[in-house]
């Protein structure tokens, strides 16, 4: 009898571990909320009651926050501001949870002179303004600048300055060679969904007036922190980009590689280029607001 007790227990351990193993590698059922910094984190947390978040676990140092929301298991995080950051952290998580969908709460640069400080973009597609290679001048060819041969098939004809862009190649599961890519496609349902639950929220810009929610736009990110007009104008010239940040491309690319449905929410803190130096930390908690907001509706769907 008690070899029988032993055998029971072993299978219903047995059971219990590989409905735990499913519910981690199985099919993907995560929601992931994303942020870059605290303040835009706590602005997600803020519209999540608070008590559906039962536990935090740490993996290389990073805390994810899970829990369950309107019937949705979510993981909630910081990437650390920086596209490496957004990269390493991102895809820690995807090594981690099952994610089905991931939405990014934000704030950005504006390049779209329709959008002032509070209004939001929610790009189809984002890109890296920052990658590609830099060359010393020339006057002897064509160009102006020194290239060398193996460089001239992945350049663009535009550039700024000694810089010229060039696509990004990316590997992964299913592929057999790096599929290059001048943008990252967000899930083009998710994108609707987004400007869908901004209707009726009542969002206000630093104007006083309706925030615009500007759906289907160009997202652009690169390592610097940007306010320079003139690469403000080229950005928004080559690529018709509306929003710079610091971290939404990689996390793009990480959800193509990792092929989950991602959309990214980013609220105008600044202007680029604008003439006040403080405007990023006098707006920057409305923007982070406006942005919670939105992806707190988005969750409050019932259509994820």
């Given at each position: 009898m008690r070899?029988?007790?032993h055998?029971?227990?072993v299978l219903l351990l047995s059971q219990l571990l590989a409905c735990a193993a499913l519910e981690?590698?199985?099919?993907p059922h995560y929601i992931a909320l994303v942020a870059a910094y605290q303040g835009e984190f706590?602005?997600?947390?803020?519209g999540l009651d608070g008590e559906v978040i039962d536990r935090v676990e740490t993996h290389n140092g990073v805390e994810f926050h899970i829990g369950r929301v309107h019937g949705q298991d979510i993981v909630v995080f910081k990437t650390g501001i920086g596209l490496t950051n957004a990269a390493m952290t991102t895809q820690l998580a995807f090594d981690h949870y099952p994610?089905?969908?991931l939405l990014f709460s934000g704030v950005a640069g504006g390049l779209d002179p329709s959008l002032h400080k509070g209004d939001l973009s929610v790009p189809l597609k984002w890109h890296y303004y920052e990658y590609g290679g830099r060359f010393s001048r020339d006057a002897g060819?064509?160009?102006g600048y020194r290239i060398p041969p193996f460089m001239r098939a992945r350049i663009s004809a535009?550039?700024?300055?000694?810089?010229?862009p060039y696509a990004m190649r990316t590997l992964r599961e299913g592929e057999t060679q790096p599929v290059e890519q001048d943008f990252y496609l967000m899930d083009a349902d998710l994108v609707a969904l987004v400007g869908d639950s901004a209707e009726g929220l009542g969002l206000v810009n630093a104007e006083g007036a309706s925030a615009k929610v500007l759906v289907g736009s160009v997202g652009t990110s690169g390592m610097a922190f940007n306010d320079d007009a003139d690469l403000a104008a080229f950005i928004r010239d080559t690529w018709g980009s509306a929003s710079v940040d610091m971290e939404s491309a990689a996390i793009a690319q990480v959800c193509w590689a990792n092929r989950a449905?991602?959309?990214q929410i980013r609220a105008i803190s600044d202007v680029v280029g604008n003439d006040n130096p403080n405007e990023f930390y006098e707006f920057k908690a409305a923007a982070e607001m406006n942005a919670g907001k939105l992806l707190n509706a988005v969750l409050a769907s019932g259509r994820l």
């Open positions: 070899y029988l007790k055998i029971v227990m981690q590698g199985g099919e706590d602005n997600i947390l803020a994610i089905r969908h060819t064509s160009e535009v550039h700024y300055g000694g810089f010229f449905s991602c959309a």
